[in-house]
T-cell receptor, first 117, second 110 residues
Framework: GAGVSQSPRYKVAKRGQDVALRCDPI?????LFWYQQALGQGPEFLTY????????KSGLPSDRFFAERPEGSVSTLKIQRTQQEDSAVYLC???????????????FGEGSWLTVV | SQQGEEDPQALSIQEGENATMNCSYK?????LQWYRQNSGRGLVHLIL?????REKHSGRLRVTLDTSKKSSSLLITASRAADTASYFC??????????FGPGTRLSVLP
């Protein structure tokens, strides 16, 4: 596709429910990032993939959070036993190159808005 | 923290005025990127400036980078109501993930 696509756009989950958020990066992009953004705050890094390898998951807030990118394209962020504090926008981003920060632009999706009630 | 900070946190100006937002950081960077986020939307990339560059332009946007002061500024000239959004800078450091600041919320009043 032309841009990074995320689904669902909005999700309301009952506390304790598991949720899965999907990200379709721009075709051919090597790097894929997940960020969490609370209302009124900047995005906070969750995890990074280079192709199918999860090279950094230091930002995942707990073991209830799990991400995968099995074929190096589509990624899924799974949150188990959701809690109210998980309510946030989950942003996926991709870039063409690897994590070398030599000037690769990162492109963001519209985000998945999660509300846990 | 190596997280840079944008200032001001909020800025309100009249349409047609210029808006300047600043971003500071603590560690050396490879590049710095500015993003815009409209309410309820994702982040839109505006400009990337590399550590060996001092100024870049894109339409009504001008970004400067002063590595000696570890700061960058985003200038929006002749602002429009449609420029109302939150603006974030993200610092690119080799081997580390992009770190975003809390952003500047810009309101352009008609």
């Amino acid at each position: 596709g032309a841009g990074v696509s995320q689904s669902p756009r909005y999700k309301v989950a009952k506390r304790g429910q598991d949720v899965a958020l999907r990200c379709d990066p721009i075709s051919g992009h090597v790097s894929l990032f997940w960020y969490q953004q609370a209302l009124g705050q900047g995005p906070e890094f969750l995890t990074y993939f280079q192709n199918e390898a999860q090279l950094d998951k230091s930002g995942l807030p707990s073991d209830r959070f799990f991400a995968e990118r099995p074929e190096g394209s589509v990624s899924t962020l799974k949150i188990q036993r959701t809690q109210q504090e998980d309510s946030a926008v989950y942003l996926c981003a991709s870039s063409l190159g690897s994590q070398d920060f030599s000037g690769n632009t990162i492109y963001f999706g519209e985000g998945s808005w999660l509300t846990v009630v | 923290s190596q997280q840079g900070e944008e200032d001001p946190q909020a800025l309100s100006i009249q349409e047609g005025e210029n808006a300047t937002m600043n971003c500071s950081y603590k560690t050396s960077i490879n590049n710095l990127q500015w993003y815009r986020q409209n309410s309820g939307r994702g982040l839109v990339h505006l400009i990337l400036i590399r550590s060996n560059e001092r100024e870049k332009h894109s339409g009504r946007l001008r970004v400067t980078l002063d590595t000696s002061k570890k700061s960058s500024s985003l200038l929006i000239t002749a602002s429009r109501a449609a420029d109302t959004a939150s603006y974030f800078c993200a610092k690119g450091v080799y081997g580390q993930n992009f770190v975003f600041g809390p952003g500047t919320r810009l309101s352009v009043l008609p």
